[in-house]
C-alpha cells in the first residue's frame, strides 16, 4: 500500500512563497511519475504540476507557469512543489498523488491547505 503524506502548508500573504513536500512510503518512489493537484471550496479539483520518474520531464497549468517548481529527490522519496509569488487565487487544498498505473494517478495524499491573504 502507498502512503503519500504532504506538509509545509499555510498562511502567506500575496507575493509570498511556501514550499510543500509529499514523503511517499510503500512504493519504488522513483518508478513512477508524481502530480501536485489542488482544489478550492466550491469548485473541482485541478492539476497543478506533474514530474516524471527521473525528474527530466515537468509539467505545469497555465495558471502557475513561471510561479511554480516541482521537483524530486529519489533519494528521500520526497517531492516538492516550491511556490512563489503567491495570489489569493492559489488558497486551495493541495494534495500530491503517484501514477503508478499508466494513465491515472492511483494514490492519493491527504492534502495540506494553502491560504493566501490579500
Known amino acids: 500500500q502507498v502512503q503519500l503524506v504532504e506538509s509545509g502548508g499555510g498562511l502567506v500573504q500575496a507575493g509570498g512563497s511556501l514550499r510543500l513536500s509529499c514523503a511517499c512510503s510503500?512504493?519504488?518512489?522513483?518508478?513512477?511519475?508524481m502530480g501536485w493537484f489542488r482544489q478550492a471550496p466550491g469548485k473541482e479539483r485541478e492539476f497543478v504540476a506533474a514530474?516524471?520518474?527521473?525528474?527530466?520531464?515537468?509539467y505545469y497549468a497555465d495558471s502557475v507557469k513561471g510561479r511554480f517548481t516541482i521537483s524530486r529527490d529519489n533519494a528521500k522519496n520526497t517531492v516538492y512543489l516550491q511556490m512563489n509569488s503567491l495570489k489569493p487565487e492559489d488558497t486551495a487544498i493541495y494534495y500530491c498523488?503517484?501514477?503508478?498505473?499508466?494513465?491515472?494517478?492511483?494514490?492519493w495524499g491527504q492534502g495540506t491547505q494553502v491560504t493566501v491573504s490579500s
Open positions: 498523488a503517484i501514477r503508478v498505473t499508466p494513465g491515472t494517478y492511483d494514490y
Open positions: 510503500g512504493r519504488t518512489f522513483s518508478s513512477y511519475a
Open positions: 514530474i516524471s520518474w527521473s525528474g527530466g520531464s515537468t
